[in-house]
């Protein structure tokens, strides 16, 4: 049965899918992978070229030049930084060793169907700068002064960043200069910072730190420390603390200063002569007595200029002679043993008393009740002491 003009149409279209989809298929198969990789110089980088369909074809690395590395498992360039790491009908892996700068660009994976099927690699190779270099500190800074400071590092590809940081805390620098090394390809990056030194800075660490891809784990810097001059801060140190009168007397200067203090001057307020001192920094004043009271000053002098302290001595009266402690509480002990005594002796004897006379009292009323109708007037008989009855005597002993 023929077919219809309309039906011969869809038929057509039908035939012509199905050999453009397997066309696609057969494409996609043959077709090798690749994928970029990024590299610091100086280590090592893998190109890994694959394929599904080789079509009984062969696989092939060429560098940026256009130049043949391996064909299959052949070398075809003498360097022995490149070395094959696998060779089969559907993978080419090579690696090149000791990767530089001059080793970037754009690598090629050709498979050699009909046609000619690639693929690229871009290999990125990381510059690693170098140690960073400050400049502009030769001498100690006066307080007060601007510390200009500058840090270069070079080599860096891509450019590398530079941080400071002072005593530890990180401080912003200007905004940095970058600027093309000779090679073409690497970059050199100078920062600038500038502060106002205090004394405070004296002996503080000041570090500028290269941060950048190829250091992942670590990062490099140089560390610089700084000197700062400044007047000295004097302060006086008495000994004894409490001076009275008849001590000696000692009084210490002390300057804290950079440099330190190369001359101390004593003198009492109201006296325009100097006071002598027994050393560089000690004043002392022997046998202490009230006309030594007064305001002392001592002045701590370097480069930087002068410091004064003051120091008010008020001489107070020589203390007592103190009995030593064993002689008190041996005093103290002896009182108090003869008050107990007395006290003992006193109750002994109130006691008997008491004891004494209740018995008395008792047996002048039984004298006296033997006779007497009632209880007064034995009492009475017992005080007056009756003839008439029996002598009756009792004794209490």
């Given at each position: 049965?023929?077919?219809?003009?309309?039906?011969?149409?869809?038929?057509?279209?039908?035939?012509?899918?199905?050999?453009?989809?397997?066309g696609?298929?057969?494409h996609?198969?043959?077709?090798?992978t690749?994928?970029?990789?990024?590299?610091?110089?100086?280590?090592?980088?893998?190109?890994?070229c694959?394929?599904?369909?080789?079509?009984?074809?062969?696989?092939?690395?060429?560098?940026?030049?256009?130049?043949?590395?391996?064909f299959?498992?052949?070398?075809?360039?003498?360097?022995?930084?490149?070395?094959?790491?696998?060779?089969?009908?559907?993978?080419?892996?090579?690696?090149?060793?000791?990767?530089?700068?001059?080793?970037e660009?754009?690598?090629?994976?050709?498979?050699?169907?009909?046609?000619?099927?690639?693929?690229k690699?871009?290999?990125?190779?990381?510059g690693?700068?170098?140690?960073?270099?400050?400049?502009?500190?030769?001498?100690?800074?006066?307080?007060?002064?601007?510390?200009?400071?500058?840090?270069?590092?070079?080599?860096?590809?891509?450019?590398?960043?530079?941080?400071?940081?002072?005593?530890?805390?990180?401080?912003?620098?200007?905004?940095?200069?970058?600027?093309?090394?000779?090679n073409?390809?690497?970059?050199?990056?100078?920062?600038?910072?500038?502060?106002?030194?205090?004394r405070?800075?004296?002996?503080?660490?000041?570090?500028?730190?290269?941060?950048?891809?190829?250091?992942?784990?670590?990062?490099?810097s140089?560390?610089?420390?700084?000197?700062?001059?400044?007047?000295?801060?004097?302060?006086?140190?008495?000994?004894p603390?409490?001076?009275?009168e008849?001590?000696?007397?000692?009084?210490?200067?002390?300057?804290?200063?950079?440099?330190?203090?190369?001359?101390?001057?004593?003198?009492?307020?109201?006296?325009?002569?100097?006071?002598?001192?027994?050393?560089?920094?000690?004043?002392?004043?022997?046998?202490?007595?009230?006309?030594?009271?007064?305001?002392?000053?001592?002045?701590?002098?370097?480069?930087?200029?002068?410091?004064?302290?003051?120091?008010?001595?008020?001489?107070?009266?020589?203390?007592?002679?103190?009995?030593?402690?064993?002689t008190?509480?041996a005093?103290?002990?002896?009182?108090v043993?003869?008050i107990?005594?007395?006290?003992?002796?006193?109750?002994?004897?109130?006691?008997?008393?008491?004891?004494r006379?209740?018995g008395?009292?008792?047996?002048?009323?039984?004298?006296?009740?033997?006779?007497?109708?009632?209880?007064?007037?034995?009492?009475?008989?017992?005080?007056?002491g009756?003839?008439?009855?029996?002598?009756?005597?009792?004794?209490?002993i």
């Amino acid at each position: 049965m023929p077919l219809s003009p309309a039906s011969s149409v869809l038929v057509l279209l039908g035939c012509f899918w199905i050999a453009t989809s397997r066309g696609n298929l057969s494409h996609d198969r043959s077709q090798p992978t690749t994928q970029d990789e990024t590299v610091v110089a100086g280590s090592k980088v893998i190109l890994r070229c694959q394929v599904e369909d080789h079509d009984e074809s062969s696989l092939q690395w060429s560098n940026p030049a256009q130049q043949t590395l391996y064909f299959g498992e052949k070398r075809a360039l003498r360097d022995n930084r490149i070395q094959l790491e696998k060779s089969t009908p559907n993978e080419l892996t090579i690696s090149i060793d000791n990767v530089s700068l001059a080793d970037e660009g754009e690598y090629t994976c050709s498979i050699f169907t009909m046609p000619v099927r690639t693929a690229k690699a871009i290999v990125t190779v990381l510059g690693i700068p170098r140690k960073p270099q400050i400049s502009g500190y030769k001498e100690p800074l006066k307080e007060g002064q601007t510390a200009k400071l500058t840090c270069v590092s070079s080599g860096s590809k891509p450019a590398a960043q530079l941080q400071w940081q002072k005593g530890g805390k990180v401080m912003l620098g200007k905004n940095p200069e970058v600027a093309e090394d000779s090679n073409g390809k690497t970059f050199t990056v100078t920062s600038h910072v500038e502060f106002d030194v205090t004394r405070d800075d004296n002996g503080v660490d000041v570090a500028c730190t290269v941060h950048h891809a190829s250091l992942p784990n670590s990062a490099t810097s140089t560390t610089l420390k700084i000197e700062v001059f400044y007047v000295p801060v004097a302060s006086i140190e008495p000994q004894p603390t409490y001076p009275r009168e008849g001590d000696n007397l000692r009084l210490l200067c002390d300057g804290q200063g950079n440099p330190a203090p190369q001359e101390f001057m004593w003198r009492k307020e109201g006296i325009d002569t100097p006071l002598t001192v027994t050393q560089d920094n000690m004043l002392l004043i022997p046998y202490l007595n009230k006309s030594d009271s007064g305001t002392y000053i001592c002045s701590a002098t370097n480069i930087m200029g002068t410091s004064e302290a003051k120091y008010n001595l008020a001489v107070n009266d020589a203390s007592p002679v103190a009995h030593s402690s064993s002689t008190y509480h041996a005093m103290i002990g002896g009182v108090v043993a003869v008050i107990v005594f007395l006290l003992l002796i006193m109750l002994i004897v109130i006691g008997h008393y008491l004891i004494r006379h209740k018995g008395t009292y008792l047996t002048h009323e039984a004298k006296g009740s033997d006779d007497a109708p009632d209880a007064d007037t034995a009492i009475i008989n017992a005080e007056g002491g009756q003839t008439g009855g029996d002598d009756k005597k009792e004794y209490f002993i």
